[in-house]
């Protein structure tokens, strides 16, 4: 089945303690990105990579780095948390066309 | 109705009723705009697409519409039914760039 899977669903840390969220999907899109979503706001875009080895910055990126070593993987990942990035967040990739495929999401809650 | 990027209204609908939602969108050179479905504990769902050349697109039981002209773009659902609940929210695309609403949460009662 043709879909993007993320890791973990859910996820409650404390301030400072670096984690890391996968993201893999199996489409063999070269397109991925990063999004949170906050009540009452529309997703923002986190990260993006147009291919392997190319990642580039989209609306929200501070405090977040992402990494794009193989096609089919764009782990999320939080060097330093803080509280201000509890949040929704969604992976999402598309291949030639511009419909995007997302994630089930991660709930992250930092302490 | 929803205005990309603040609150999130709710519409309530009557099981068989039609559905209509409502987005308006900011940048007048948007040239694609999405309408995703968001259940509760998923993901985003793709519906439907249109680009700005057409001004109506029909899917099964959906129907978006685009008004350039008052940068205005609804989603119809027919005959609404119980699995239609959801946060349906559009997107637009405008210089290369994709930007999201915030939504509009749909109840549908029996």
């Known amino acids: 089945e043709a879909q993007v899977t993320q890791n973990p669903r859910y996820l409650i840390t404390v301030t400072g303690k670096k984690l890391t969220v996968t993201c893999s999907q199996n489409?063999?899109?070269?397109?991925m990105s990063w999004y949170r979503q906050d009540p009452g706001l529309g997703l923002r875009q986190i990260y993006y990579?147009?291919?392997?080895?190319?990642?580039d910055k989209g609306d929200v990126p501070e405090g977040y780095k992402v990494s794009r070593k193989e096609k089919r993987n764009f782990p999320l990942i939080l060097e330093s948390p803080s509280p201000n990035q509890t949040s929704l967040y969604f992976c999402?990739?598309?291949?030639?066309?511009?419909?995007?495929?997302f994630g089930s999401g991660t709930q992250l809650s930092v302490l | 109705g929803e205005s990309v990027g603040l609150h999130l209204p709710t519409l309530s609908v009557q099981e068989g009723d039609n559905s209509i939602i409502n987005c308006a969108y900011s940048?007048?050179?948007?040239?694609?705009f999405i309408w995703y479905k968001q259940e509760s504990g998923k993901g985003p769902q793709f519906i439907i697409d249109?680009?700005?050349?057409?001004d109506k697109r029909q899917g099964q039981r959906v129907t978006v519409l685009l008004n350039k002209t008052v940068k205005h773009l609804s989603l119809q659902i027919a005959a609404t039914q119980p699995g239609d609940s959801a946060v349906y929210f559009c997107?637009?695309?405008?210089?290369?760039?994709?930007?999201f609403g915030a939504g509009t949460q749909v109840v549908v009662t029996p």
């Open positions: 999402a990739s598309r291949g030639l066309g511009e419909k995007l495929f």
């Open positions: 489409m063999n899109h070269e397109y």
């Open positions: 990579s147009m291919n392997v080895e190319v990642t």
């Open positions: 940048n007048s050179a948007s040239d694609y």
């Open positions: 249109i680009r700005s050349n057409m």
């Open positions: 997107a637009e695309r405008g210089w290369g760039k994709l930007q």
